[in-house]
């Protein structure tokens, strides 16, 4: 597979880049990583955040901090929606 990073993909290069700076591995083994921990990830971050010990506010306010320049996660008390921007 190949990932385009040319023209309007050029952001994609930053992002992986990050990815593999961050985990301390290649290129290629960070797009794996990355797409192997996000489902898990989000689905843990909805649990947290939906728990009764954190407030309301608390829990949106992690949830701004976590959006991304290509998705949100739009937050109601007890409730979450990962939208695409």
Do not use: C
């Amino acid at each position: 597979m190949r990932i385009r990073t040319d023209g309007d993909y050029s952001h994609r290069e930053d992002v992986i880049d990050s990815a593999a700076e961050r985990l301390d591995v290649n290129k290629t083994r960070a797009v794996l990583l990355s797409a192997d921990a996000v489902g898990s990830l989000l689905e843990e971050l909805e649990d947290v955040l939906g728990h009764e010990e954190i407030s309301p506010k608390v829990a949106q306010e992690i949830a701004e901090q976590v959006e991304t320049r290509h998705w949100s996660l739009e937050y109601e008390p007890h409730e979450f929606q990962f939208k695409q921007r």
